[in-house]
C-alpha cells in the first residue's frame, strides 16, 4: 500500500501507566498529563487523517527516560521516527544518544532550552562529543528555544555545517509580533537549519484556521524557504480544539503558498531530512 505524502513532524505520546513509564519532568512549566496519549490511539487517528509517518518527539515530564518512546517504536517503527531526549548538560551525553539511537532505534535528539535562561552553554566546548555524535549517528538536532536564544542557535549551526538542526519552537511572542525579520533572518543564513510549522491553536487568539499566526509562517517561508520548514501538530493538545484529520490539512488553508511550497512543508522537507521512502 502506497503511504500518503503527510507527515506530522511533531506529536506527544505517553502512557498513564506509571509503575512502568514513571514522569520525569524537566520543564517547571509543563504539566504531567492527565489523560491518555496511547500510540495505538494515534496510529488510528493517523490512518483516518492519511498520514504515513510522524515523528514522535519525547515529551519532557519524561525527561531522559524514553523507554515509552522507544517501546512505540518496536511496535511502530514503520510509521514513527522517534526523537529523543537526553541531559544535554551530563559528561554522557554524547553516550546517552549513541545508547537510544543505536540501541532503541531513535533517530532524532531534542533539547529544550525554552524558560531555561541563557542558552549559551550549547556552544561550549563541553558540548562538543554530543554534537560530534549527533553528526556520527546521522540524527538531526531538534530545540525548543526562547526567541532571544535565536543567536545561539544561528551560531551553533554556523560552527556545526555537518548537523542539522531543526527548531521546533520559539515561543508565542513571535505570532504577536508584526514582524520577525530580525529574528528569522539570521537563522536563515544556514542552510542546516530548519524550522517547524507548529499548530500551537493555544498562542492563537482567533478560531480556526488560526488566521493570526499565519503572518509569522509567511515570513518564514518568505526567508527560510518552504523546503526547510515542515509542518507540525502538536498531537494529541491540538485535539482540544479541532479533529486530528482537519488539523493535519491546516497549511491547506494558508493562501501564500503555492503547490510545491505546500507539499514541501505538508512532508517533503521531513521526508528528506530523516530519509525517508517516498
Known amino acids: 500500500m502506497t503511504r500518503p505524502s503527510i507527515i506530522d513532524s511533531h506529536v506527544h505520546l505517553w502512557s498513564l501507566d506509571t509503575a512502568r513509564y514513571p514522569?520525569?519532568?524537566t520543564l517547571a512549566h509543563v504539566g504531567i498529563p492527565t489523560r491518555p496519549a496511547s500510540v495505538e490511539d494515534f496510529i488510528a487517528r493517523a490512518d483516518a487523517a492519511g498520514v504515513g509517518h510522524a515523528l514522535a518527539i519525547q515529551l519532557s515530564v519524561y525527561g531522559w527516560n524514553n523507554d515509552y518512546l522507544c517501546d512505540c517504536l518496536e511496535r511502530y517503527?514503520?510509521?514513527l521516527i522517534g526523537v529523543c531526549m537526553v541531559d544535554a548538560r551530563s559528561p554522557e551525553a554524547a553516550e546517552a544518544l549513541a545508547h537510544w539511537c543505536e540501541g532503541r532505534r531513535c533517530r532524532g535528539?531534542?533539547?529544550?532550552?525554552?524558560?531555561?535562561?541563557?542558552?549559551?552553554?550549547?556552544?561550549?566546548?563541553?558540548?562538543?562529543?554530543?554534537?560530534?555524535?549527533?553528526?556520527?549517528?546521522?540524527?538531526?538536532?531538534?530545540?525548543?528555544?526562547?526567541?532571544?536564544?535565536?543567536?545561539?542557535?544561528?551560531?551553533?549551526a554556523a560552527r556545526r555545517p555537518e548537523l542539522a538542526i531543526v527548531i521546533e519552537y520559539l515561543?508565542?511572542?513571535?505570532?504577536?509580533?508584526?514582524?520577525?525579520?530580525?529574528?528569522?533572518?539570521?537563522?536563515?543564513?544556514?542552510?542546516?537549519?530548519?524550522?517547524?510549522?507548529?499548530?500551537?491553536?493555544?498562542?492563537?487568539r482567533r478560531p480556526w484556521p488560526f488566521e493570526d499566526l499565519w503572518p509569522f509562517y509567511r515570513q518564514a517561508t518568505e526567508l527560510l524557504g518552504a523546503d526547510r520548514l515542515m509542518f507540525g501538530s502538536e498531537y494529541p493538545t491540538v485535539c482540544d480544539a479541532v479533529a486530528y484529520d482537519q488539523a493535519v490539512r491546516w497549511i491547506?488553508?494558508?493562501?501564500?503558498?503555492?503547490?510545491?511550497?505546500?507539499a514541501a512543508i505538508a512532508g517533503g522537507t521531513a521526508r528528506r531530512l530523516w530519509k525517508l521512502p517516498a
Open 109 to 156: 535528539l531534542r533539547i529544550n532550552t525554552i524558560r531555561q535562561g541563557p542558552a549559551h552553554w550549547l556552544l561550549d566546548p563541553a558540548r562538543d562529543a554530543l554534537w560530534d555524535a549527533a553528526a556520527s549517528l546521522g540524527v538531526p538536532v531538534t530545540l525548543q528555544i526562547d526567541g532571544d536564544h535565536a543567536p545561539v542557535i544561528a551560531t551553533l
Open 252 to 262: 491547506d488553508h494558508w493562501p501564500f503558498l503555492d503547490a510545491a511550497q505546500r
Open 77 to 79: 517503527g514503520d510509521r
Open 171 to 204: 515561543g508565542p511572542e513571535v505570532f504577536a509580533r508584526a514582524d520577525n525579520a530580525a529574528l528569522l533572518g539570521p537563522l536563515s543564513e544556514h542552510a542546516n537549519l530548519y524550522l517547524k510549522a507548529l499548530l500551537i491553536s493555544g498562542d492563537s
Open 23 to 25: 514522569w520525569q519532568p
